[in-house]
């Protein structure tokens, strides 16, 4: 059996993740939306970093899943790399998803409306994120036209993220490789 976890950050789970800094929401509403063209500066430098972080993955953590959808109908989703290699998943495979995912067409319009969204929940919410602190963190990010950022330390150390983002539809394909089936579950 696939597992699939859905988080709706709009819905607001992540939101909630204990461990998870306003850089690690940015960051999956950046990767949802604009996809991993930054992370492919070369098929060679990609596929190095690929093979070097598979090797490196240690055993699953209890919990951890193969795919993880952080807002509804994005185009892009992340492939968690340990539940994928302990079903079976092949990094060649996956090298090839996330390249043509390199080439994906990019959302920058649904990017900002959901980022913008973000802060308003965190406003309306009184969610443990300050709105001080997002209004902050956005005027720096704006200034740098929205950039790619790394997970917070502190989610890094607790979560230990491995995974690539990839297209929807590649994920698709890559899960029918895996289990016969054929859509993300929403």
């Known amino acids: ?27 999956a509403v950046h990767q949802s939306f604009l996809g991993p063209e930054h992370a492919i500066p070369s098929r060679e430098i990609a596929e190095r970093y690929l093979r070097a972080e598979w090797a490196g993955l240690g055993p699953a953590a209890p919990g951890d899943t193969l795919l993880v959808t952080e ?11 340990r539940g994928y290699r302990d079903r079976g998943g092949s990094i060649d495979s996956l ?17 900002r409306l959901t980022w913008e969204e973000v802060g308003e929940r965190i406003r309306a ?16 990010l704006s200034r740098l036209g929205y950039p790619a950022v790394h997970h917070s330390a ?33």
């Open 125 to 140: 919410r009184g969610s443990r994120f300050e709105a001080s602190a997002y209004d902050s963190l956005d005027a720096r």
């Open 1 to 27: 059996m696939i597992l699939v976890l859905v988080l709706l950050v709009l819905a607001g789970p992540l939101l909630e993740e204990p461990f998870a800094e306003l850089q690690d929401l940015y960051k």
């Open 71 to 81: 807002i509804r109908g994005a185009p892009f989703v992340r492939l968690h790399l």
């Open 95 to 111: 090298l090839a998803a996330f390249l043509r995912s390199g080439a994906a067409p990019r959302d920058s319009a649904r990017f």
């Open 154 to 186: 502190r989610y890094a150390a607790a979560r230990r993220p491995a995974y690539r983002v990839v297209a929807r539809e590649e994920a698709e394909r890559l899960l029918r490789l895996l289990a016969g089936q054929g859509r993300i579950a929403e």
